[in-house]
Protein backbone atom coordinates (compact mmCIF):
# COMPACT_ATOMS: atom_id res chain seq x y z
CA UNK A 1 0.00 0.00 0.00
CA UNK A 2 1.33 3.54 -1.03
CA UNK A 3 -0.69 6.40 0.53
CA UNK A 4 -2.16 6.96 4.29
CA UNK A 5 -3.26 10.92 3.95
CA UNK A 6 -6.05 10.64 6.37
CA UNK A 7 -4.04 9.04 8.57
CA UNK A 8 -0.89 10.62 8.23
CA UNK A 9 -0.50 11.83 11.84
CA UNK A 10 -1.32 8.06 12.91
CA UNK A 11 1.55 6.49 10.91
CA UNK A 12 4.01 9.50 11.29
CA UNK A 13 3.44 9.33 15.49
CA UNK A 14 4.32 5.07 14.77
CA UNK A 15 7.44 5.95 12.66
CA UNK A 16 8.62 8.40 15.47
CA UNK A 17 8.42 5.72 17.79
CA UNK A 18 10.25 3.09 15.66
CA UNK A 19 12.72 5.41 15.43
CA UNK A 20 13.33 5.94 18.64
CA UNK A 21 13.32 2.32 19.52
CA UNK A 22 15.94 1.99 16.52
CA UNK A 23 17.83 4.53 18.93
CA UNK A 24 17.52 2.82 22.31
CA UNK A 25 18.57 -0.87 20.95
CA UNK A 26 21.83 0.45 19.29
CA UNK A 27 22.50 2.78 21.96
CA UNK A 28 22.19 0.02 24.62
CA UNK A 29 24.80 -2.45 22.11
CA UNK A 30 27.07 0.21 22.47
CA UNK A 31 27.15 1.52 25.99
CA UNK A 32 27.10 -2.05 26.95
CA UNK A 33 23.60 -1.77 28.67
CA UNK A 34 22.44 -4.43 30.43
CA UNK A 35 19.12 -3.05 31.78
CA UNK A 36 16.31 -0.79 29.99
CA UNK A 37 13.12 0.43 31.50
CA UNK A 38 13.67 -1.49 34.66
CA UNK A 39 13.99 -4.39 32.53
CA UNK A 40 16.37 -6.63 30.82
CA UNK A 41 17.76 -5.35 27.97
CA UNK A 42 17.06 -6.53 24.29
CA UNK A 43 20.53 -7.17 23.80
CA UNK A 44 20.69 -8.94 27.04
CA UNK A 45 17.57 -11.21 26.07
CA UNK A 46 18.56 -11.70 22.43
CA UNK A 47 22.28 -10.55 21.85
CA UNK A 48 23.57 -7.86 19.84
CA UNK A 49 23.23 -8.69 16.82
CA UNK A 50 19.53 -9.11 16.95
CA UNK A 51 19.73 -5.52 18.28
CA UNK A 52 21.44 -4.07 15.63
CA UNK A 53 19.50 -5.97 12.81
CA UNK A 54 16.39 -5.10 14.28
CA UNK A 55 16.91 -1.74 14.87
CA UNK A 56 17.90 -1.35 11.83
CA UNK A 57 14.74 -2.96 10.44
CA UNK A 58 12.82 -0.58 12.54
CA UNK A 59 14.38 2.56 10.99
CA UNK A 60 14.06 0.94 7.77
CA UNK A 61 10.50 0.73 8.69
CA UNK A 62 10.17 3.92 9.75
CA UNK A 63 11.61 5.36 6.75
CA UNK A 64 9.06 3.49 4.11
CA UNK A 65 6.08 4.58 6.61
CA UNK A 66 7.16 8.17 6.77
CA UNK A 67 7.54 8.05 2.76
CA UNK A 68 4.18 6.81 2.66
CA UNK A 69 2.59 9.60 3.96
CA UNK A 70 3.65 11.33 0.81
CA UNK A 71 4.55 14.66 2.48
CA UNK A 72 7.89 15.78 1.29
CA UNK A 73 8.09 18.66 4.49
CA UNK A 74 7.35 16.12 6.69
CA UNK A 75 10.22 13.69 5.60
CA UNK A 76 12.36 16.53 5.60
CA UNK A 77 11.90 17.47 9.51
CA UNK A 78 12.26 14.06 10.42
CA UNK A 79 14.73 13.19 8.64
CA UNK A 80 16.93 16.33 9.84
CA UNK A 81 16.14 14.97 12.94
CA UNK A 82 17.57 11.65 11.99
CA UNK A 83 20.42 12.99 10.93
CA UNK A 84 20.92 14.92 13.92
CA UNK A 85 20.42 12.27 16.39
CA UNK A 86 22.72 10.11 15.03
CA UNK A 87 25.40 13.02 14.64
CA UNK A 88 24.99 13.59 18.08
CA UNK A 89 25.44 10.20 18.66
CA UNK A 90 28.99 9.84 17.05
CA UNK A 91 30.21 13.44 18.12
CA UNK A 92 29.27 12.12 21.30
CA UNK A 93 31.67 9.00 21.02
CA UNK A 94 34.76 10.94 20.06
CA UNK A 95 34.61 13.34 22.79
CA UNK A 96 36.36 13.08 26.03
CA UNK A 97 33.99 13.32 29.44
CA UNK A 98 35.43 16.81 29.44
CA UNK A 99 34.30 17.90 33.59
CA UNK A 100 34.88 21.57 31.98
CA UNK A 101 31.44 20.87 30.11
CA UNK A 102 29.49 24.29 30.38
CA UNK A 103 25.70 24.63 30.26
CA UNK A 104 25.43 25.55 27.36
CA UNK A 105 27.15 22.59 25.43
CA UNK A 106 25.27 20.72 27.43
CA UNK A 107 21.79 21.98 25.96
CA UNK A 108 23.48 21.17 22.66
CA UNK A 109 23.87 17.53 23.47
CA UNK A 110 20.75 16.74 25.05
CA UNK A 111 19.09 18.87 21.34
CA UNK A 112 20.58 16.41 19.97
CA UNK A 113 20.17 13.56 21.69
CA UNK A 114 16.23 14.05 22.83
CA UNK A 115 14.81 17.18 22.38
CA UNK A 116 15.32 17.84 18.47
CA UNK A 117 13.22 14.42 17.72
CA UNK A 118 10.42 15.62 20.40
CA UNK A 119 10.42 18.73 17.92
CA UNK A 120 10.22 16.84 14.71
CA UNK A 121 7.11 14.84 15.94
CA UNK A 122 5.36 17.78 17.33
CA UNK A 123 5.92 19.75 14.49
CA UNK A 124 4.86 17.12 11.52
CA UNK A 125 1.52 16.87 12.79
CA UNK A 126 0.56 20.70 11.77
CA UNK A 127 2.12 20.74 8.80
CA UNK A 128 0.74 17.72 7.34
CA UNK A 129 -2.53 19.55 8.84
CA UNK A 130 -1.85 22.74 6.67
CA UNK A 131 -2.36 24.75 10.21
CA UNK A 132 0.23 26.98 8.73
CA UNK A 133 3.60 28.36 9.68
CA UNK A 134 2.82 29.94 13.31
CA UNK A 135 1.40 26.80 14.60
CA UNK A 136 3.86 24.76 12.98
CA UNK A 137 6.46 26.66 15.05
CA UNK A 138 4.67 26.74 18.27
CA UNK A 139 4.17 23.00 18.04
CA UNK A 140 8.50 22.87 17.22
CA UNK A 141 8.89 25.12 20.19
CA UNK A 142 6.57 23.10 22.56
CA UNK A 143 8.42 19.72 21.32
CA UNK A 144 11.93 21.18 21.92
CA UNK A 145 11.16 22.59 25.40
CA UNK A 146 8.98 19.37 26.58
CA UNK A 147 12.24 17.52 25.40
CA UNK A 148 14.64 19.70 27.37
CA UNK A 149 12.26 19.38 30.28
CA UNK A 150 12.51 15.69 30.16
CA UNK A 151 15.82 15.01 29.87
CA UNK A 152 16.95 17.45 32.79
CA UNK A 153 14.05 15.34 34.46
CA UNK A 154 15.99 11.99 33.62
CA UNK A 155 19.43 13.55 34.43
CA UNK A 156 17.82 14.77 37.61
CA UNK A 157 16.33 11.00 38.27
CA UNK A 158 19.71 9.49 37.16
CA UNK A 159 20.97 10.80 40.77
CA UNK A 160 17.62 9.65 43.02
CA UNK A 161 15.65 13.44 41.72
CA UNK A 162 15.22 16.22 44.35
CA UNK A 163 14.04 14.34 46.85
CA UNK A 164 16.93 11.83 47.75
CA UNK A 165 15.65 8.13 47.54
CA UNK A 166 17.94 5.42 47.90
CA UNK A 167 15.81 2.36 46.60
CA UNK A 168 15.70 3.79 43.00
CA UNK A 169 18.43 2.79 40.75
CA UNK A 170 20.72 5.41 40.46
CA UNK A 171 24.50 6.08 39.18
CA UNK A 172 24.30 5.07 35.85
CA UNK A 173 25.27 8.35 34.16
CA UNK A 174 27.76 8.60 37.17
CA UNK A 175 29.63 4.87 35.98
CA UNK A 176 29.55 6.13 32.78
CA UNK A 177 31.30 9.55 33.39
CA UNK A 178 28.68 11.51 31.88
CA UNK A 179 28.39 15.13 32.26
CA UNK A 180 25.22 16.29 33.03
CA UNK A 181 23.31 19.26 34.52
CA UNK A 182 23.39 18.29 38.19
CA UNK A 183 27.01 17.56 37.59
CA UNK A 184 27.63 20.70 35.61
CA UNK A 185 26.07 22.96 38.73
CA UNK A 186 28.01 21.01 41.73
CA UNK A 187 31.11 21.96 39.75
CA UNK A 188 30.31 25.14 39.34
CA UNK A 189 29.38 25.40 43.02
CA UNK A 190 32.05 23.57 44.52
CA UNK A 191 35.17 23.53 46.58
CA UNK A 192 38.79 22.79 44.64
CA UNK A 193 38.19 19.38 46.51
CA UNK A 194 34.80 18.79 45.59
CA UNK A 195 35.93 19.80 42.17
CA UNK A 196 39.16 16.94 42.35
CA UNK A 197 36.47 14.59 43.34
CA UNK A 198 34.27 15.12 40.14
CA UNK A 199 37.00 14.78 37.74
CA UNK A 200 38.43 11.67 39.23
CA UNK A 201 35.21 9.92 38.74
CA UNK A 202 34.12 11.20 35.48
CA UNK A 203 36.68 11.74 34.04
CA UNK A 204 39.67 9.50 34.79
CA UNK A 205 36.94 7.03 35.58
CA UNK A 206 38.45 6.64 38.91
CA UNK A 207 35.56 5.29 41.22
CA UNK A 208 35.93 3.77 44.83
CA UNK A 209 33.05 2.40 46.69
CA UNK A 210 30.64 5.09 48.41
CA UNK A 211 31.67 7.81 45.88
CA UNK A 212 28.02 7.47 44.57
CA UNK A 213 26.57 8.12 48.34
CA UNK A 214 29.03 11.31 48.18
CA UNK A 215 28.60 12.49 44.74
CA UNK A 216 24.61 12.34 45.43
CA UNK A 217 25.49 14.34 48.71
CA UNK A 218 27.36 17.11 46.67
CA UNK A 219 24.43 17.47 44.89
CA UNK A 220 21.74 17.76 47.14
CA UNK A 221 24.13 19.83 49.07
CA UNK A 222 24.88 22.40 46.27
CA UNK A 223 21.52 22.48 45.28
CA UNK A 224 22.35 21.14 42.36
CA UNK A 225 19.73 18.69 41.94
CA UNK A 226 16.78 20.67 42.90
CA UNK A 227 17.98 23.71 40.43
CA UNK A 228 18.29 20.99 37.65
CA UNK A 229 14.44 19.91 38.28
CA UNK A 230 13.75 23.62 38.21
CA UNK A 231 15.42 24.28 35.13
CA UNK A 232 13.06 21.61 33.69
CA UNK A 233 10.14 22.99 35.39
CA UNK A 234 10.95 26.09 33.97
CA UNK A 235 11.11 24.26 30.16
CA UNK A 236 8.08 23.08 30.62
CA UNK A 237 6.63 25.92 31.62
CA UNK A 238 7.82 27.38 28.33
CA UNK A 239 6.55 24.56 26.28
CA UNK A 240 2.78 25.42 27.75
CA UNK A 241 3.17 28.68 26.72
CA UNK A 242 3.97 27.68 23.83
CA UNK A 243 0.37 26.13 22.91
CA UNK A 244 -1.31 29.42 23.39
CA UNK A 245 -1.84 29.52 19.53
CA UNK A 246 -3.88 26.61 19.55
CA UNK A 247 -7.34 26.47 20.36
CA UNK A 248 -8.36 25.21 24.04
CA UNK A 249 -9.91 21.55 23.81
CA UNK A 250 -9.57 18.06 24.80
CA UNK A 251 -5.98 17.94 22.73
CA UNK A 252 -3.98 21.13 24.00
CA UNK A 253 -5.44 19.65 27.28
CA UNK A 254 -3.72 16.38 26.35
CA UNK A 255 -0.15 18.02 25.45
CA UNK A 256 -0.44 20.40 29.10
CA UNK A 257 -0.86 16.81 30.53
CA UNK A 258 2.02 15.57 28.79
CA UNK A 259 4.12 18.24 30.44
CA UNK A 260 2.33 17.40 34.16
CA UNK A 261 3.77 14.15 33.41
CA UNK A 262 7.19 14.44 32.41
CA UNK A 263 8.11 16.40 35.36
CA UNK A 264 6.49 14.90 38.16
CA UNK A 265 8.40 12.04 37.72
CA UNK A 266 10.69 13.70 39.72
CA UNK A 267 8.48 15.16 42.25
CA UNK B 1 19.87 23.53 1.34
CA UNK B 2 16.68 21.56 0.51
CA UNK B 3 16.65 20.74 -2.95
CA UNK B 4 19.07 19.63 -5.22
CA UNK B 5 16.98 18.81 -8.72
CA UNK B 6 19.26 19.50 -11.05
CA UNK B 7 22.07 17.02 -9.73
CA UNK B 8 19.33 14.50 -8.43
CA UNK B 9 20.66 11.64 -9.97
CA UNK B 10 24.19 12.55 -8.14
CA UNK B 11 22.66 13.07 -5.24
CA UNK B 12 20.44 9.82 -5.06
CA UNK B 13 23.98 7.80 -6.33
CA UNK B 14 25.65 9.09 -3.29
CA UNK B 15 22.61 8.41 -0.89
CA UNK B 16 22.90 4.40 -1.90
CA UNK B 17 26.71 4.20 -1.38
CA UNK B 18 25.94 5.88 1.96
CA UNK B 19 23.49 3.45 2.43
CA UNK B 20 25.25 0.36 1.50
CA UNK B 21 28.38 1.75 3.36
CA UNK B 22 26.24 1.80 6.74
CA UNK B 23 25.14 -2.29 5.95
CA UNK B 24 28.37 -3.09 5.37
CA UNK B 25 29.62 -0.94 9.31
CA UNK B 26 27.03 -3.06 10.83
CA UNK B 27 27.27 -6.55 8.82
CA UNK B 28 30.85 -6.81 10.17
CA UNK B 29 29.85 -6.08 13.86
CA UNK B 30 27.65 -8.59 13.39
CA UNK B 31 29.33 -11.22 12.10
CA UNK B 32 31.89 -10.10 14.18
CA UNK B 33 34.58 -10.23 11.13
CA UNK B 34 37.71 -9.05 11.01
CA UNK B 35 38.34 -7.80 7.49
CA UNK B 36 36.49 -6.03 4.35
CA UNK B 37 37.91 -5.42 1.31
CA UNK B 38 41.27 -6.91 2.25
CA UNK B 39 42.08 -4.41 4.60
CA UNK B 40 41.07 -4.24 8.48
CA UNK B 41 37.56 -3.83 9.00
CA UNK B 42 36.34 -0.51 10.73
CA UNK B 43 35.27 -2.23 13.72
CA UNK B 44 38.95 -3.54 14.33
CA UNK B 45 40.87 0.03 13.56
CA UNK B 46 37.78 2.20 14.99
CA UNK B 47 35.67 -0.72 17.20
CA UNK B 48 32.04 -1.67 17.52
CA UNK B 49 30.59 1.05 19.02
CA UNK B 50 32.00 3.49 16.47
CA UNK B 51 30.89 1.11 13.93
CA UNK B 52 27.08 0.93 14.98
CA UNK B 53 26.72 4.93 15.12
CA UNK B 54 28.60 6.03 11.71
CA UNK B 55 26.12 3.40 9.95
CA UNK B 56 23.41 5.06 11.76
CA UNK B 57 24.73 8.35 10.79
CA UNK B 58 25.33 7.33 7.31
CA UNK B 59 21.79 6.31 7.38
CA UNK B 60 20.23 9.45 8.63
CA UNK B 61 22.27 11.70 6.06
CA UNK B 62 21.55 8.99 3.36
CA UNK B 63 17.69 9.58 3.95
CA UNK B 64 18.13 13.28 4.48
CA UNK B 65 20.13 13.30 1.15
CA UNK B 66 17.37 11.11 -0.81
CA UNK B 67 14.19 13.78 0.46
CA UNK B 68 16.54 16.59 -0.73
CA UNK B 69 15.96 15.64 -4.31
CA UNK B 70 12.11 16.45 -3.42
CA UNK B 71 11.12 12.78 -5.47
CA UNK B 72 8.72 11.32 -3.87
CA UNK B 73 8.87 8.29 -5.81
CA UNK B 74 12.52 7.95 -5.67
CA UNK B 75 12.21 7.82 -1.86
CA UNK B 76 9.77 5.11 -2.14
CA UNK B 77 11.77 2.83 -4.07
CA UNK B 78 14.89 3.71 -2.30
CA UNK B 79 12.39 3.22 1.43
CA UNK B 80 11.33 -0.02 0.09
CA UNK B 81 14.88 -1.80 -0.59
CA UNK B 82 16.07 -0.56 2.52
CA UNK B 83 13.13 -2.27 4.38
CA UNK B 84 13.99 -5.23 2.36
CA UNK B 85 17.60 -5.09 3.30
CA UNK B 86 16.48 -4.86 6.77
CA UNK B 87 14.06 -7.14 6.78
CA UNK B 88 16.24 -9.91 5.09
CA UNK B 89 19.74 -9.17 7.17
CA UNK B 90 16.82 -10.10 10.18
CA UNK B 91 15.61 -13.01 8.83
CA UNK B 92 18.71 -14.81 8.41
CA UNK B 93 19.64 -14.08 11.63
CA UNK B 94 16.52 -16.31 12.68
CA UNK B 95 17.11 -18.68 10.26
CA UNK B 96 19.53 -21.96 10.82
CA UNK B 97 21.91 -22.63 8.61
CA UNK B 98 19.55 -25.41 6.58
CA UNK B 99 21.52 -27.24 4.02
CA UNK B 100 18.09 -27.92 2.55
CA UNK B 101 17.99 -24.71 0.95
CA UNK B 102 16.70 -24.70 -2.55
CA UNK B 103 17.54 -22.63 -5.26
CA UNK B 104 14.66 -20.30 -4.88
CA UNK B 105 15.22 -19.50 -1.55
CA UNK B 106 18.64 -18.82 -1.88
CA UNK B 107 17.27 -16.12 -4.88
CA UNK B 108 15.74 -14.72 -2.19
CA UNK B 109 18.27 -14.66 0.11
CA UNK B 110 20.64 -13.11 -2.07
CA UNK B 111 17.56 -10.52 -3.58
CA UNK B 112 17.50 -8.88 -0.30
CA UNK B 113 20.71 -8.42 0.71
CA UNK B 114 22.51 -7.50 -2.96
CA UNK B 115 19.84 -7.70 -5.66
CA UNK B 116 16.79 -5.14 -4.08
CA UNK B 117 19.37 -2.42 -3.73
CA UNK B 118 21.27 -2.41 -7.14
CA UNK B 119 17.84 -2.93 -8.76
CA UNK B 120 16.43 0.24 -6.71
CA UNK B 121 19.74 2.51 -6.95
CA UNK B 122 19.43 1.91 -11.33
CA UNK B 123 15.18 2.04 -11.28
CA UNK B 124 15.83 5.65 -9.45
CA UNK B 125 17.54 7.37 -12.08
CA UNK B 126 15.01 6.78 -15.47
CA UNK B 127 12.58 7.91 -12.44
CA UNK B 128 13.56 11.52 -11.66
CA UNK B 129 14.43 11.70 -15.20
CA UNK B 130 11.08 10.90 -16.17
CA UNK B 131 12.07 8.56 -18.73
CA UNK B 132 8.69 6.60 -18.51
CA UNK B 133 7.45 3.37 -17.32
CA UNK B 134 9.30 1.03 -19.97
CA UNK B 135 12.57 2.42 -19.25
CA UNK B 136 12.43 2.14 -15.51
CA UNK B 137 11.15 -1.15 -15.43
CA UNK B 138 14.03 -2.32 -17.45
CA UNK B 139 16.44 -0.19 -15.56
CA UNK B 140 15.31 -2.04 -12.42
CA UNK B 141 15.72 -5.47 -14.27
CA UNK B 142 18.81 -4.30 -15.02
CA UNK B 143 19.86 -3.96 -11.50
CA UNK B 144 18.14 -6.69 -10.24
CA UNK B 145 20.29 -9.45 -12.55
CA UNK B 146 23.47 -7.46 -11.48
CA UNK B 147 22.74 -7.65 -8.65
CA UNK B 148 21.87 -11.85 -9.16
CA UNK B 149 25.38 -12.08 -11.05
CA UNK B 150 27.24 -9.72 -8.85
CA UNK B 151 25.97 -12.41 -5.84
CA UNK B 152 26.92 -15.45 -7.21
CA UNK B 153 29.91 -14.43 -8.36
CA UNK B 154 31.42 -13.26 -5.43
CA UNK B 155 30.12 -16.95 -4.16
CA UNK B 156 31.97 -18.68 -6.24
CA UNK B 157 35.13 -16.69 -5.38
CA UNK B 158 34.36 -17.26 -2.01
CA UNK B 159 35.75 -20.63 -2.78
CA UNK B 160 38.39 -19.22 -4.70
CA UNK B 161 35.93 -19.60 -7.95
CA UNK B 162 36.16 -21.43 -10.79
CA UNK B 163 39.84 -21.89 -11.34
CA UNK B 164 40.62 -22.68 -8.03
CA UNK B 165 43.34 -19.90 -6.69
CA UNK B 166 44.13 -21.08 -2.97
CA UNK B 167 46.41 -17.73 -2.27
CA UNK B 168 43.14 -15.67 -2.67
CA UNK B 169 41.49 -15.14 0.96
CA UNK B 170 38.80 -18.10 0.66
CA UNK B 171 36.33 -19.90 3.00
CA UNK B 172 34.33 -17.34 4.69
CA UNK B 173 31.07 -18.22 4.02
CA UNK B 174 32.24 -22.35 5.03
CA UNK B 175 32.99 -21.20 8.46
CA UNK B 176 30.21 -19.21 9.03
CA UNK B 177 27.90 -21.81 8.06
CA UNK B 178 26.56 -20.16 4.77
CA UNK B 179 24.41 -22.12 2.12
CA UNK B 180 25.59 -20.31 -0.58
CA UNK B 181 24.36 -21.46 -4.53
CA UNK B 182 27.60 -23.25 -5.20
CA UNK B 183 26.82 -25.67 -2.16
CA UNK B 184 23.54 -26.16 -2.81
CA UNK B 185 24.76 -27.41 -6.38
CA UNK B 186 27.41 -29.98 -4.64
CA UNK B 187 24.83 -31.05 -2.31
CA UNK B 188 22.30 -32.21 -5.23
CA UNK B 189 25.37 -33.70 -7.09
CA UNK B 190 27.08 -35.21 -4.31
CA UNK B 191 26.71 -38.96 -2.33
CA UNK B 192 24.90 -39.66 0.67
CA UNK B 193 29.00 -39.58 2.18
CA UNK B 194 29.65 -35.67 0.81
CA UNK B 195 25.62 -34.81 2.04
CA UNK B 196 27.08 -35.51 5.43
CA UNK B 197 30.07 -33.95 4.95
CA UNK B 198 28.38 -30.74 3.65
CA UNK B 199 25.69 -30.99 6.92
CA UNK B 200 28.70 -31.76 9.59
CA UNK B 201 30.38 -28.61 8.74
CA UNK B 202 27.87 -26.31 7.73
CA UNK B 203 24.88 -27.68 9.85
CA UNK B 204 26.60 -28.37 12.82
CA UNK B 205 29.59 -25.89 11.90
CA UNK B 206 31.93 -29.35 13.22
CA UNK B 207 34.80 -27.93 10.57
CA UNK B 208 38.47 -30.23 11.31
CA UNK B 209 41.86 -29.12 9.21
CA UNK B 210 41.28 -30.10 5.63
CA UNK B 211 37.62 -29.44 5.79
CA UNK B 212 37.65 -26.16 3.57
CA UNK B 213 40.54 -28.09 1.37
CA UNK B 214 37.83 -31.14 0.72
CA UNK B 215 35.22 -28.56 0.40
CA UNK B 216 36.54 -27.03 -2.58
CA UNK B 217 37.75 -30.33 -4.14
CA UNK B 218 33.87 -31.54 -3.79
CA UNK B 219 33.01 -27.85 -5.42
CA UNK B 220 35.25 -28.32 -8.36
CA UNK B 221 34.47 -32.25 -9.03
CA UNK B 222 30.84 -31.85 -9.37
CA UNK B 223 30.77 -29.12 -11.42
CA UNK B 224 29.18 -26.68 -8.75
CA UNK B 225 31.63 -23.70 -9.02
CA UNK B 226 31.90 -23.38 -12.89
CA UNK B 227 27.77 -23.95 -13.07
CA UNK B 228 27.55 -20.96 -10.07
CA UNK B 229 29.74 -18.99 -12.54
CA UNK B 230 27.60 -19.80 -15.74
CA UNK B 231 24.65 -18.46 -13.49
CA UNK B 232 26.45 -15.81 -12.80
CA UNK B 233 27.20 -15.33 -16.74
CA UNK B 234 23.45 -15.99 -17.70
CA UNK B 235 22.02 -13.08 -15.62
CA UNK B 236 24.81 -10.96 -16.61
CA UNK B 237 23.52 -11.50 -20.38
CA UNK B 238 20.11 -11.07 -18.83
CA UNK B 239 21.29 -7.89 -17.55
CA UNK B 240 22.60 -6.91 -20.64
CA UNK B 241 19.29 -7.85 -22.69
CA UNK B 242 16.99 -4.90 -20.29
CA UNK B 243 19.51 -2.20 -21.55
CA UNK B 244 17.75 -3.07 -25.48
CA UNK B 245 15.34 -0.08 -24.69
CA UNK B 246 18.27 2.47 -23.87
CA UNK B 247 19.42 4.18 -26.80
CA UNK B 248 22.89 3.35 -27.87
CA UNK B 249 25.78 5.88 -26.51
CA UNK B 250 28.14 6.04 -23.72
CA UNK B 251 26.44 5.66 -20.69
CA UNK B 252 24.54 2.08 -21.87
CA UNK B 253 28.47 1.06 -22.78
CA UNK B 254 29.53 1.70 -19.14
CA UNK B 255 26.55 -0.16 -18.02
CA UNK B 256 27.72 -3.23 -20.30
CA UNK B 257 31.05 -2.84 -18.97
CA UNK B 258 29.66 -3.15 -15.44
CA UNK B 259 28.47 -6.30 -16.22
CA UNK B 260 31.44 -7.37 -17.66
CA UNK B 261 33.36 -5.67 -14.69
CA UNK B 262 31.72 -8.11 -12.19
CA UNK B 263 32.15 -11.20 -14.31
CA UNK B 264 35.61 -10.99 -14.49
CA UNK B 265 36.66 -10.85 -11.08
CA UNK B 266 35.89 -15.19 -11.23
CA UNK B 267 37.63 -15.44 -14.96
Redesign the interface.
Known sequence: M?GYEGEGHVILAASVEFMHTA?LL?DD??DESDMRRGKLAARKLWG???S???G??L???A??M???V?S?EA??IL??A??????G??LQ?GAAQDTTTTYDMYLRVIEAKTAALFAAACEVSPEIADKGDEMRAAARKFGLELGYAFQLVDDALDYGGATVDLGKDVGDDFHEGKITLPVIYAMERGSDEDKAFWKRCLEDGDIKDGDLDHAIKLLKDTGALADTVQRARDYGASAIDALSVFPDGPAKQALKEAVDFCIARVS
Chains 1, 2 share one sequence.
Open positions: FTHVVNQAVLVDYLGQFKMVDRLLRSESAIIAEEVL
